[in-house]
Nanobody, 125 residues
């Protein structure tokens, strides 16, 4: 069982930055695929970014490419999502996700076995 705890959300003005953190409980964290998703009110949960442990390859949703960056610190069992140039449309609950293996359908919520409780990000215009 893997427990994920997100932090770092909050209220920020458009154009500002936030860094989300996700602390994982399991020591094997370093070999897990880690991802971030978000869900705005009335919308489906959508893929934001993922990081493959092997080689450190990253993938991003088109809407955040060039503005967001996912990274991990295996020594701290923590994955980060640096969010820059935030827009009001980035407002959502952000979820951290993890899976023991890499899956080709990494942008699907069903590719991840473990989820955090979410952290609210609100971007004001």
């Amino acid at each position: 069982q893997v427990e994920l705890v997100e932090s770092g959300g909050g209220l920020v003005q458009a154009g500002g930055s936030l860094r989300l953190s996700c602390a994982a409980s399991k020591r094997a964290f370093s070999t897990y695929t880690m991802g971030w998703f978000r869900q705005a009110p009335g919308k489906e949960r959508e893929f934001v970014a993922t990081l493959r442990w092997s080689g450190g390859t990253t993938y991003y949703a088109e809407s955040v490419t060039g503005r967001f960056a996912i990274s991990r610190d295996n020594a701290k069992n923590t994955v980060y999502l640096q969010m820059n140039s935030l827009k009001p449309e980035d407002t959502a609950v952000y979820y951290c996700a993890a899976n023991p293996v890499w899956r080709i359908d990494y942008a699907s919520r069903y590719a991840y076995a473990y989820w955090g409780q979410g952290t609210q990000v609100t971007v004001s215009s």
